[in-house]
């Protein structure tokens, strides 16, 4: 069984930086598409970014790009998700999420598709307020 393992949310004010965490079975994270999304009341699930089996390609969702970025950390066995200049519309909760299959790789738009990832974890809060 797979467990992915959120951290790191928080309550912050405009303007301010959080990362979040996802702790990962080493395996996962060193072979697998990892990705993050979020989820605002009362909306889908929506895509934040991802990241390329290998680490060698990041994808972001328009409405975060230039502020977040997504990386591994392959001795920790960790994903972060570094979101700086945090707004309001970032409060969500945050969820890491990682693919089927072990070292695939996919045309750009699949990395943006919530289909493509099998393994999820529980999600962590962030809260922005104004």
């Known amino acids: 069984q797979v467990q992915l393992v959120e951290s790191g949310g928080g309550s912050v004010q405009t303007g301010d930086s959080l990362r979040v965490s996802c702790a990962t079975p080493?395996?996962?994270?060193?072979?697998?598409?990892m990705g993050w999304f979020r989820q605002a009341p009362g909306k889908e699930r929506e895509f934040v970014s991802a990241?390329?089996?290998?680490?060698?390609?990041?994808y972001y969702a328009e409405s975060v790009k230039g502020r977040f970025t997504i990386s591994r950390d392959s001795a920790k066995n960790t994903l972060y998700l570094q979101m700086n200049s945090l707004k309001p519309e970032d409060t969500a909760v945050y969820y890491c999420?990682?693919?089927?299959?072990?070292?695939?790789?996919?045309?750009?738009?699949?990395?943006?598709?919530?289909?493509?990832?099998?393994?999820w974890g529980q999600g962590t809060q962030v809260t922005v307020s104004s």
């Open positions: 080493g395996r996962i994270l060193s072979e697998h598409v």
């Open positions: 999420a990682a693919d089927r299959s072990a070292r695939r790789t996919y045309t750009e738009g699949r990395y943006y598709q919530r289909g493509l990832y099998y393994y």
């Open positions: 990241s390329s089996w290998s680490g060698s390609m990041s």
